[in-house]
């Protein structure tokens, strides 16, 4: 079964770099859905993961910048996770505010679980590129 | 931005239950009841772990 789906994506006229959709999925939330047509998957997943890594920074989250201990290191990997919204996170110098509300914790968590997420859809991308997952 | 807990759990489940639907399942319909069962579950869970921590705490 696996391998008729696996033929079946090499069939489809699904050539070049294999792993491109799960980088460019990592990188731009959606975009590796996008690469592979499935337009309204990835506009949900965009919406979704920028919806909740703007939503984290206006709850005045956190954007990890460094790793004191090992709740940091992870919380930092999981920010990575969010591609080049972490990267242009850094570069605006987002994040960075000092927390006023009691709920600005949850919007740390809120970015950290954006990119957790990101990774997942990014992962799903590569699955249906390589036709490990059906359709 | 100022949100509840409450808002804040229900944006955490509807943004996380969106993905795990899209991610997990084939089938747009099944996707969608994928998606609201982990929305249920999420608040669900997270009312029922509030009751909780509120009567333990009394």
Known sequence: ????????????????????????????????????????????????????????????????TGAKDILDLLSMAGDLGNGLLY????????????????????????????????????????????????? | MHLSHFAAVVLFALFASTVFGITMRNTPQKMVRYGVYCFVLFVGAAIVLSWLMYFIAR
């Open chain 1, 1 to 64: 079964m696996a391998t008729e789906q696996k033929i079946s994506a090499s069939q489809g006229g699904n050539q070049g770099f294999v792993f491109l959709p799960l980088i460019v999925g990592w990188l731009v939330p959606g975009a590796g859905h996008f690469l592979l047509k499935k337009w309204g998957r990835g506009a949900l997943l965009a919406a979704s993961i920028v919806g909740m890594f703007a939503i984290g920074l206006a709850m005045q989250g956190q954007i990890h």
């Open chain 1, 87 to 135: 990267v242009l996170g850094r570069a605006m110098g987002w994040g960075t505010t000092l927390p006023q509300e009691t709920t600005a914790d949850w919007g740390s968590r809120f970015i950290v679980v954006a990119g957790l997420l990101n990774v997942i859809a990014a992962v799903d991308a590569h699955n249906l590129r390589t036709g490990r997952k059906a359709s």
